[in-house]
């Protein structure tokens, strides 16, 4: 049986966290791609600021090649080697032909208005969030710049989260249970 690769991608805020929380919850094995971008920006002795974030990411892409940050995660994951895994943060089609060389991919995009998620992103204050509107929308701006825009555009699956977290915690289990059956859900879009 062919590996299952879920790719989650979606804009910062949107939920992605949750994902793949849960996923954890159910014994997916998970990968973060913004944890490769962390651990260069802490090897160079840099601070986690959206700026160095930014900076490193894009910098690692241009000198070793826009699948870069895919590759890393994907030598961990040969290493690992799960039947099925998630990777949460992926952001361009480069990437996402990256993992299709090692398994069968199926992309699932988290959604949430850019108002909703600068609200969550004030909320919980992590080191190098934006602090004000224009920082977010420059870091909306990045993101999209790397190409996420085409992969929520190819997602096999959206899940919506606007509302109550518990719905959004329900709607994502229910697909996760689902794509670890190795079923093809019927719904395609989970407000």
């Known amino acids: 049986m062919k590996r299952r690769l879920i790719l989650v991608v979606g804009m910062p ?3 992605k966290t949750i994902v793949t929380k849960i996923a954890k919850k159910l014994n997916i094995k998970t990968y973060v791609m913004g944890d490769i971008v962390r651990e260069e920006a802490t090897r160079r002795g840099l601070a986690h600021t959206p700026e160095n974030l930014n ?25 690992d080697n799960p039947h099925i895994a998630l990777i949460d943060g992926v952001r361009s089609l480069v990437e996402v032909n990256a993992f299709k060389e090692v398994g069968d991919v199926v992309i699932v995009a988290v959604h949430a208005s850019p108002r909703t998620r ?36 190819l997602a096999d699956y959206m899940l919506v989260n606007e509302g109550d977290v518990s719905d959004f915690q329900e709607k994502v289990q229910k697909l996760l249970k689902a794509l670890v059956r190795g079923e093809t859900p019927s719904f395609t879009v989970y407000c």
């Open 13 to 15: 805020g949107s939920g």
């Open 55 to 79: 900076r490193v990411a894009s910098e690692l892409r241009r000198l070793y090649g826009e699948d870069i940050i895919a590759r890393r995660v994907l030598e961990r994951l040969m290493e």
């Open 118 to 153: 600068f609200e969550r992103i004030r909320r919980r204050q992590r080191p190098g969030d934006p602090e004000t509107w224009e920082e977010f929308v420059a870091r909306d701006l990045t993101e999209l710049s790397f190409g996420i825009g085409s992969v929520i555009a």
